[in-house]
């Protein structure tokens, strides 16, 4: 079972994380069952259950973390020193924007949607989403210290950037726009161009 693999090339273990993203993405957690996921991955019930025996919790808390590596690359491929990291930030920014709105406002992070239902409810998914935040943190702390900014300085501002983004995100899909989000690229982009890193 380990070796099967769908049509599109992706094992079905990925399918069913890649279904479980976009449902938690769209929808959030509590919002999406078992037999949605399964419909939606094109997977037999049973091998859900012999992939992810820990049952929803288990399987959302791997989306999480599957997240988490996804986003991270992302940033670490579009924040690069080229052109300044405040106008790359600008440019990234505008493209979640851009997605968001493709998507009908029921994409952007399920991270996000995540974060907020199981703060108090599920230890698991809680520490899941720290340890997803923390990578992306880390991208965004490695992208700035390559533009010359200092190690403390740098998490310092990834905590700043990060948050930016997943507020940006609930304002687009709140209000129907990706404008908020582009908004704050802009202006978190022009603060970082206009701040030297020493």
């Known amino acids: 079972m380990e070796t099967a693999r769908t049509a599109a090339g992706r094992s079905t273990r990925d399918q069913i994380l890649a279904a479980t993203c976009d ?4 929808q959030g957690f509590h919002a999406t069952g078992l037999a949605e996921i ?4 094109g997977a ?6 012999y992939y992810f025996p820990d049952g929803k919790e ?3 808390a791997e989306a999480i973390a599957r ?10 491929a579009n924040l690069t020193a080229d052109g300044g990291v ?26 996000t949607t995540v974060a907020m239902e199981t703060a108090t409810t599920s230890p698991r998914l809680n520490q899941a989403c720290r340890e997803a935040y923390s990578r992306l943190q880390a991208a965004f702390a490695e992208r700035l210290a390559m533009a010359g900014y200092p190690a403390a300085r740098a998490t310092e ?18 209000y129907h726009s990706g ?13 970082i161009s206009a701040m030297p890193p020493t």
Not at 44 to 49: C, F, I, M, V
Not at 157 to 174: K, S
């Open 23 to 26: 449902l938690m993405e769209a």
């Open 38 to 41: 399964i419909k939606a991955s």
């Open 44 to 49: 037999p019930r049973g091998s859900l259950y």
């Open 58 to 60: 288990g399987l959302a």
């Open 67 to 76: 997240t988490g590596e996804v986003v991270a690359e992302r940033i670490r």
């Open 86 to 111: 405040g106008a790359a930030f600008a440019a990234f920014t505008a493209q979640i924007a851009d997605a968001i709105e493709r998507s009908g406002f029921r994409a952007g992070s399920p991270l």
């Open 157 to 174: 501002l990834a905590e700043l950037l990060t948050a930016a983004v997943e507020g940006g995100i609930i304002l687009c899909r709140t």
């Open 179 to 191: 404008n908020p989000l582009r908004r704050i690229g802009a202006q978190i982009g022009a603060m």
